[in-house]
């Protein structure tokens, strides 16, 4: 069990699941089969019992069906998922009309339209030579966590806990930074699924003073090529909505779009909607 935030990760009944009123809402991160044919409705009575108003699940394809028939609705998917065979689904079960209505829908909407007619770009602009881009280890998890705790008031994982940092660094999450004069001052991770042959692509945060550099552009490269080198074959993230240079970022890099998540993450002080990008490698 992982302390993430004032949620907490585990293992329930075989599938890996975070939960808490953090983010009030239970997240199904991995299942591979289902444990019981009444698992779906376990999931809503846990999250009826804990008071959360959403779940949100992750699920292979050929298990959509079963949580379909319980009242989950498609938000997303990712196709070729899993080992670059079978599709993700990722599904959300609202147990309040107002998790479900987004505020700022006609807003979100515009800014991914806008981020939509932006096409991929096959050359990075010209990074400055006072920036070194490389992969971050043990020493640096104090000052990941600083960097963190500027960026976002709030997040989803306690990424601000250096901590928690060198344990997911030590187990399935590669972490990358942008440097100058010898100081971090931009992240990324690439979160790893090795059976699966996925990463997530996350946690880009760039101090205030080195915004415009575009050093996540950089980050994202640097990551697609080193996930490439361990095998991955599908990468996705899963960006805020409301940001449009986080999208535009992806989009330029030859994502496409996935879906959207409503009301689902607890980031930068309050749940916001999340947009799904993904892209394959083969």
Partial sequence: MIDAGQDTVENYKGCVIQHGHYNARIYLIKITSLPSPGFPRELIEMAKI???SKIFAKVPESLAKDFSITGFRKEAGV???FAGKEAAVFLGYYLSTERFKEKDGNKLSEILQMTLRRKQEDKLPELDKKFIVRKCGR???TAMAKIYKEVFTSYPFPIHNPDYLLETMQSHTDYFGVETGGTLVALSSSEKDNAGANAEMTDFAT???WRGNHLGQYLLAQMEIEMKRKGIITAYTIARAMS???????RKA???YGGRLKNNT???GKIES???WFKKFV
């Fill in 207 to 209: 101090l205030p003073r």
């Fill in 139 to 141: 020493s640096d998890t």
């Fill in 266 to 268: 607890n980031i930068s």
């Fill in 274 to 276: 999340m947009n799904v």
């Fill in 254 to 256: 030859g994502y496409k």
């Fill in 79 to 81: 196709p070729g998922f």
């Fill in 50 to 52: 804990n008071g959360y």
């Fill in 244 to 250: 449009p240079g986080m999208n535009i970022t992806f």
